[in-house]
Nanobody, 122 residues
Framework: QVRLVESGGGLVQAGGSLRLSCAAS????????MGWYRQAPGKQRELVAT???????NYADSVKGRFTISRDNAKNTVYLQMNSLKPEDTAVYYC????????????????WGQGTQVTVSS
């Protein structure tokens, strides 16, 4: 099983910062792209940021200049530094990873964390 465990969510005032972490564990052979998504009440899940194993990043327009995604490949961990938070950033944030497992057979799949709540008060 592949598990993604998130941490770092919480309540913060507008203009504040949070740093989310997501550690992948399990019988993982390789992880390529990792990313963060979020889902606000009544809305569909949307992409926030992704990062490839080569370090290429992309961001939703709404977070460009405020959020920074990074990763530590040795730890199979992805981070999301969120600065200048706005109330509209309030959502459940989910970690995602494209991972290769090889037991019992090689399989590429996308895995999701349980989600962590980020609430930004005005």
């Amino acid at each position: 099983q592949v598990r993604l465990v998130e941490s770092g969510g919480g309540l913060v005032q507008a203009g504040g910062s949070l740093r989310l972490s997501c550690a992948a564990s399990g019988s993982i052979f390789r992880i390529n792209t990792m990313g963060w998504y979020r889902q606000a009440p009544g809305k569909q899940r949307e992409l926030v940021a992704t990062i490839t194993d080569g370090g290429s990043t992309n961001y939703a327009d709404s977070v460009k200049g405020r959020f920074t995604i990074s990763r530590d490949n040795a730890k199979n961990t992805v981070y999301l530094q969120m600065n200048s938070l706005k109330p509209e950033d309030t959502a459940v944030y989910y970690c995602n990873a494209a991972a290769l497992t090889i037991a019992p057979i090689p399989v590429w799949d996308a895995y999701w964390g349980q989600g962590t709540q980020v609430t930004v008060s005005s």
